[in-house]
């Protein structure tokens, strides 16, 4: 019988998984950082106020950011692979940030120096929890007694189930990452327009609607989930928030009552893409049937 190598779970911060579900299930964090008035930081540090953070952005703070480097990436993977371990790593999306092409140089450099590991690099197409879910999926699979090969091509089968629907409170963000005009970010703070946003089927950021008011863009994104989820089996749907966490509970109490779902998991939007975000977003990850959306 062929001897199975244990194997890791391995994601990025901009996963935004909280730190005790990362503990439980022994998952390895590759950390992003970002710079505030001089000093770097890097998301996987716990004693980050994220509060404090989006604080600061609210008083017109502009932070940078800085995405896992391959270096990090192969010392993390070598680690693993010297005590015999295989690593499946899900990784931010490369369509937003460098971090997927760190971790596939990094896993390279891993398989030539240890040709026995398996080094699998996933590139989720996705952002903060909606990357989280694939990882909670994985956990789950490998727990119930999954292959390494077995998760990894459940997740490529999969990814374009993972379903992301989001909003912003100041468009003035998303103009200064260049993802909207700076024409709409006058005119739509002005109209107090928001935009609703997904991540499309290539990983990127795309606006889908835009809807008068920040109580009419919350419920916009539960409404959206219901042309997504049929067939689909939610049994938890994970909701990230840039400092709001009382919307992102009207929200979880608003998919309660229209779609019975009890579990749910919240965190914050790491400052790593909350820098891009800004205060205000709110975001809904969930399983469905496509990424396609007609604007």
Not at 81 to 90: C, Q, R, Y
Not at 129 to 149: C, F, H, P, T, W
Not at 194 to 221: E, F
Request: net charge negative.
């Amino acid at each position: 019988m062929e001897n199975v190598r244990d194997y890791v779970i391995s994601t990025d911060t901009n996963s935004d998984l909280p730190f005790s579900f990362v503990d439980e299930n022994n998952i390895n964090l590759l950390a992003l950082g970002y710079t505030m008035d001089g000093v770097t930081r890097f998301t996987d540090d716990r004693t980050i106020d994220q509060h404090e953070f989006y604080e600061q952005m609210r008083a017109g703070k502009m932070p940078t950011t800085t995405q896992v480097n391959p270096e990090q990436a192969e010392k993390s993977f070598k680690q693993f692979a010297s005590e015999g371990k295989d690593v499946l790593h899900i990784a931010f999306s490369s369509e937003l940030s460098g971090s997927y092409n760190s971790a596939e140089m990094g896993a390279k450099e891993t398989r030539e120096q240890y040709p026995e590991a398996k080094i699998i690099v996933i590139d989720s197409l996705s952002a903060s929890l909606g990357q989280g879910l694939m990882v909670y999926y994985a956990v789950k699979m490998r727990n119930e007694g999954k292959s390494i090969d077995e998760v990894a091509a459940w997740l490529e089968e999969h990814k374009q189930n993972f379903l992301h629907f989001f909003t912003v409170e100041d468009l003035n963000h998303l103009y200064r990452g260049g993802r909207v005009s700076k024409a709409t970010a006058v005119v739509g703070t002005m109209l107090g327009i928001k935009p609703v946003m997904h991540v499309d089927a290539q990983g990127r950021l795309v606006p889908i609607g835009k809807v008068r008011g920040r109580k009419q863009s919350l419920l916009n994104l539960v409404n959206r989930m219901e042309a997504k989820m049929e067939g689909f089996d939610n049994d938890v749907v994970f909701i990230s928030h840039g400092d709001c966490l009382e919307e992102a509970q009207f929200c979880a109490d608003e998919i309660k009552k229209k779609y019975k779902i009890k579990n749910f998991i919240f965190n914050y939007v790491a400052p790593s893409i909350g820098a891009h975000s800004g205060p205000g977003t709110l975001a809904i990850f969930f399983l469905g049937k496509d990424r396609h959306e007609d604007k």
